[in-house]
C-alpha cells in the first residue's frame, strides 16, 4: 500500500499568502478578492469554503480536495499551499494522524540520510490541554522513534510537521506546493492585452495578471490573408490564460482593412510601425468599453525592427493610456522558458501565420519618426478606418479550460 493510499484524501488546504505591502483598506480588498478568485477557479472541481486565519486562509471542499490543491497553484496571490488532513480534537488522534502525514511526505525524500523536522503547531482552540509548545513536544516524541533519519531542528528545517488545532476539529499537514505569488487579479484595475499568436504576448498578459491586473484581449486578424486556424490558436491561446483569472474576454477585431489601405497608400517601410499605430488606436477604443486603464503588449527592446525605441516611440504615441510591456527587458529564451511554464508555448508554436505577416515590407524602417508616421496617415482616413473595426469586432467570452 502507497503512503498516499493509507492517509486517503485531504480534507482542506491552507493557503499562505504573501501580506508585506498589505496594511488597513488594501488588505481587505485585497483577501476579498483573493477569496473570490479562489472560488471562481475552483468552481468546476467542488464547492469550497474559504475561512480567514491570522495571515492564511484554509479552503474546506466538499470533495477532490486534492485537485482543488492543484488548481490553487494558479490563483495568483497564494505563495505557498499545503494539503492537510482532519482528525479529532484530541492529543493521541493527532499524533497517530501525524504520523501517517509524515509518513507519507517522507517519500519525497531520497531514501537514505538525516531529515531536519520540527513540529509547528497553533492552537485556535484554547480549551485543549496542550500549549502550542507542549504539543509540538508531544507530538515529536510519538512520531521521531519510528524515524531516526529525523533530526531536529527548529530555525529552517527540511520538513516541516504542521498542526493546526481548530475547536471543531484538527489538522495537520506537511507537504508545502509552490503558489504563483503575485497579487490578486483584479486588486490592481484592468488592461487590454494585444494578443498575437506569438509566444510573448501571452507571456506579457500572465505577467500583468500576476501583478493584480486583470486582462482582456484583442486580437487582430485579416481573413481571408489568415484563416481560421489562427482564430482558433488565439481561442486556445486564452482559454489557457483564463486559468489565471476568473472569466476572459476576447474581441477579435478585423484588420484586413486597415492593412490593405495602408499597403495601398503608405510608404513600404512604414508599414509595420503604422500597423501598429492601428492597432493602437483600435485596442484604446475598446479598452475604453471595458474600463481598461492601460494597454499590454508583448513587445521586447530590440527583439525585432519594430521594436527599436524609436518605433516604441512612435507606436505608443498613437494611443493616451499607458502602455505596459511586462517583457520589455526579456530575452527570447527568457519569454519561451515563461510560456513553457504558463503552458502557452505549445499552442504559441503551431506553425500559423499573424496578421503581421501578410505585406510585410522588405526593408521595415528602423528609427521610425512621429513626423513621417503622421504624414503618412494623413492620406488614411484614420478615424474611418478605427470605427469600422472597432464596430465590426466581435467579442468572445472565453471560460478556463482546466
Ligand atoms: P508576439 O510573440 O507577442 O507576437 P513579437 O515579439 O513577435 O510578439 P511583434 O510581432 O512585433 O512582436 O508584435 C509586437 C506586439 O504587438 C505583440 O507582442 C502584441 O502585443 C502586438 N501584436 C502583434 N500582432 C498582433 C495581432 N495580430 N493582434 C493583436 N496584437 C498583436
Ligand atoms: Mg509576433
Known sequence: MTGAAAIGAPEMVLVRYGELALKGKNRGAFEQALVRNIEAATRLIAPVRVERRRGRMAVFGERRVS????RLQDVFGIKSLSPAWGCAVAPEAIAELAARVLAD???DFPPEGPITFRVASSRAEKRFPLSSMELDRFIAERVLPDHPRLKVRLERPELSLGIDVRPERAYVF????????GLPVSTLGRGMCLLSG?????VAAWLAMKRGCRVAFVSFHSPPYIGERSRKK???LVGILARYQPTSRLYVAPFTEVQTTIRDRAPQPYRTVLYRRMMQRIATRLARREKCGALITGESLGQVASQTLENLTCIEAATDLPVLRPLVTFDKEEAIDLARRIGTFEVSTRPEPDCCTVFMPEHPVLRGNLAACEEAEAALEVEVLVDR?????????IASDV
Open 67 to 70: 485537485d482543488v490543491a492543484r
Open 105 to 107: 511526505a517522507l517519500a
Open 174 to 181: 506537511v507537504r508545502r506546493l509552490p503558489g504563483p505569488g
Open 198 to 202: 506569438g509566444i510573448d504576448s501571452p
Open 234 to 236: 488565439i481561442r486556445d
Open 389 to 397: 473595426a472597432v464596430r465590426a469586432s466581435e467579442k468572445l467570452e
